[in-house]
């Protein structure tokens, strides 16, 4: 059984000023499936719409953000949750950390700077969890760490006193306490040099290839998805255009945009010039009219002007929404 199951998703930013409406199409019309015991990609550069998707499949979804149509059903351990429907206290007391947790971008987000690490265990456990005896919560705690690991001496320090490896690795410590069904990890290494970068990944792998839960790793950088992910999902301007096994998205990517991504990336030994996407994202507050990407796609065709294209499978769940891939036989 899947873990999780988005269908026709669309979220938007609604907001209305002097009378002026304004709606910003960040997640449009997305549906996908994440299994239990995978680790899938989601890439497309800034402003695609993978930070609102997080937003929604986590349940942190505020004002002017608004699910306008579709549904994010999860099966979890307890059993399973419609998110449309899940209450603010079953948010708090059973979903989040226990069964979704987020590791994001710089740790000294999730880390209390005033607090020494054992000591912001203590709480996120007393609140999640209670604590009923301290002697087995100091255990618990140091066996985890040692675990992924991590010197128990990190508990001792404050936030400010570790690298910044090693303060992503706390975070992540933090994230699986509760071995969780889902780990949500938003760009996790963007702000790491190269090498303490594929410690935090490789640590990422073990944990998920351990506790066999599933990782929604989402960054832009597609060598850091070709080095971890399962599955890649790749997102253009609040749309998912393709998605298929990492193999499939970097040996015979179909899409012009994943294409591209893929050409782009650095080639030992390749001495030729890398050549830039014309034109920027758009607006999400006024998308172009059919395809998204038909304003930068070098293959563009007039019917790419006016009618959005269908996600077409090509089997073994590879599928892509291209007007250029209707004649080889996807089905819709
Ligand atoms: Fe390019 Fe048209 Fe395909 Fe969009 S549908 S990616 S514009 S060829």
Redesign the pocket.
Known sequence: MSLLQVENLKAYYKTEMYGISRKVRAVDDVTMTLEANEIYGVAGESSCGKTTLIKVLSGTIKPPLRVEEGSVKYNFRYGPADMSTVSEDELRDNIRWKEISYVMQGSMSVLNPVRKIMKTFEDIIATHEGIKNKADFKVRIEDHVKKLGLPPDVLKSYPHELSGGMRQRVAIAMATVFKPSLIIADEPTTALDVVVQRGVLQLLKEIQADSKNTVLLVTHDMAVHANVADRVGIMYAGRL?EEGSTEVIFQNPS???TQHLISSLPVIGDKTGKSSLEGTPPNLANPPE????????????D???T?V?AMQNFGAGHRA?????SAQGGQQ
């Open positions: 255009v899409h012009p945009y059919g395809c998204r990407f038909h304003p930068r796609c070098p293959r563009a065709m019917i790419c002007k009618q294209p929404a291209c007007h250029l891939l």
